[in-house]
């Protein structure tokens, strides 16, 4: 069955500290992406990749950065945590036969 | 700049009433019209999508609408149960299966009463 599993599922983190959200997908995808969603804003792209080794910048991703070490494994990492990054971060997977991505269950992140 | 606007923000019906939720965009380019169920604390999952070159997709109770003169769609949900009460997103995304990037809208809340 496709999966798309994030870790952890909820995190509090201090203010200036390194925070690393993982997703890891089983579904052979060659995409991967990491939203955040946040009250009226819906669900904005920080970062994307098309494949093991490669990040791409969404439309968000000043204070974060993306690892793709394999083709499973796709990483959201904030180096210096601010409490605006306080949020529900999904990650998300799909292919050229798949337009429609799919997404996992989400990380609460509280920055304080 | 918003892509993908959705109205109304929030919407309550009556069960067995008909939902329809409206969605708009700017780019012409945009091909591809997937909506999201998403229900608290999960994740968004595929409801169902529609291309540009259709003008209506029907999946069981729910149906998309696609105006693409005027750049406009909207999802109706027949026979509304209170399972169907969650937040439902539109996104749109341009031609090319390997670039899929979604740009969503900010999503309508549907409360269904019994």
């Known amino acids: 069955e496709a999966a798309v599993t994030q870790s952890p599922r909820n995190k509090v983190a201090v203010t200036g500290g390194k925070v690393t959200l993982s997703c890891n997908q089983t579904n052979n995808h060659n995409n991967m992406y990491w939203y955040r969603q946040d009250t009226g804003h819906g669900l904005r792209l920080i970062h994307y990749?098309?494949?093991?080794?490669?990040?791409e910048k969404g439309d968000i991703p000043d204070g974060y950065k993306a690892s793709r070490p394999s083709q499973e494994n796709f990483s959201l990492i904030l180096e210096l945590a601010t409490p605006s990054q306080t949020s529900v971060y999904f990650c998300?997977?799909?292919?050229?036969?798949?337009?429609?991505?799919?997404f996992g269950e989400g990380t609460r992140l509280s920055v304080l | 700049q918003q892509q993908v606007r959705q109205s109304p923000q929030s919407l309550t019906v009556w069960e067995g009433e008909t939902a329809i939720l409206n969605c708009s965009y700017e780019n012409s380019a945009f091909d591809y019209f997937p909506w999201y169920q998403q229900f608290p604390g999960e994740g968004p999952a595929l409801l169902i999508s529609?291309?540009?070159?259709?003008d209506k997709k029907e999946d069981g109770r729910f149906t998309i609408f696609f105006n693409k003169r005027e750049k406009k769609l909207s999802l109706h949900i027949a026979d509304s149960q209170p399972g169907d009460s969650a937040t439902y997103f539109c996104a749109a995304s341009f031609p090319g299966g390997s670039n899929a990037k979604l740009t969503f809208g900010k999503g309508t809340k549907l409360s269904v009463k019994s």
């Open positions: 529609i291309l540009s070159v259709s």
């Open positions: 998300a997977s799909g292919d050229a036969s798949n337009q429609a991505p799919l």
């Open positions: 990749s098309y494949g093991a080794g490669s990040t």
